[in-house]
């Protein structure tokens, strides 16, 4: 079982409120259709950055197929338009 972890901060010019919400219902949209990803939580964080996201997948290909999942390129797009900063660890568990 493999952690995907990411950590970001929004730019300041943006919505923190709103960018978490768009970027909680975008993910929640195609997380069960992953294959090979048991979960994915966003969180709103108070302190260091602004969302913490975590996945688990069954393998580190499972993570790779992810990497490479039509809609989690597209969701990135849209994290990139309000992100400042990432950080990201993966680990097996």
């Not at 069960?32 to 950055?49: C, D, E, I, N, W």
Request: hydrophobic share 45%; charged share 25%; proline share 3%.
């Amino acid at each position: 079982m493999i952690q995907h972890v990411v950590l970001w901060t929004f730019k300041d010019n943006v919505d923190h409120d709103a960018a978490f919400a768009e970027l909680q219902q975008g993910f929640a949209a195609f997380a069960p259709k992953v294959p090979g990803m048991s979960s994915l939580t966003l969180h709103r964080g108070f302190a260091g950055y602004d969302v913490c996201l975590i996945s688990r997948h069954e393998s580190r290909e499972a993570l790779s197929a992810y990497q490479q999942f039509p809609e989690h390129l597209a969701i990135k797009e849209k994290v990139a338009a309000v992100r400042k900063e990432r950080a990201s660890c993966d680990f097996e568990l």
